[in-house]
């Protein structure tokens, strides 16, 4: 065999590929609820498509916008320790108050399925309000201070 430019004759190689299938509509839909605020716990609904099975280690995790990797969570909820309510295909959880970072940043929620190893809904982008501190003005009026 002749060559002009490298030595090495030329290698081929044969592959096996597993590829996963491409979901347009998300198999989990999430929801927050209401306006929220570092005040209160927040609570999160989210609801399922019929044929989606929810693990015991499935979570939930509150992520601000802009996130690279599954870990950058600022807080999450196991979805079975956590559950407020399950009817009718819509569940609920809370995060605590406690776990809420106070910032003006843009915050989305992701559901993570530990059986596909994936996320398996994404919430839209919402704000979280800062707490609203009362401090008493000299006449004794309260004025809210942000």
């Excluded at 009817?87 to 970072?101: A, C, E, H, S, W």
Aim: hydrophobic share 35%.
């Amino acid at each position: 065999m002749m060559y002009t430019i490298s030595d090495h004759k030329p290698v081929s190689g044969t592959f096996d590929l597993e590829v996963k299938p491409v979901v347009f509509i998300p198999m989990i839909t999430l929801m927050h609820e209401g306006l929220w605020t570092t005040e209160n716990d927040i609570l999160i609904s989210y609801s399922s498509t019929p044929d989606f099975l929810s693990s015991p280690w499935d979570w939930i995790g509150l992520y601000k916008v802009g996130l690279r990797h599954i870990n950058d969570y600022v807080s999450f909820v196991w979805v079975g320790d956590n559950q407020v309510s399950s009817n009718d295909g819509l569940n609920q959880v809370y995060i605590n108050v406690n776990n809420i970072p106070e910032t003006e940043d843009q915050f989305l929620l992701c559901y993570y399925s530990n059986s596909l190893q994936s996320v398996a809904g994404i919430s839209n982008p919402f704000k979280i309000q800062p707490r609203v501190i009362l401090q008493e003005d000299p006449p004794g009026e309260a004025q809210p201070q942000i």
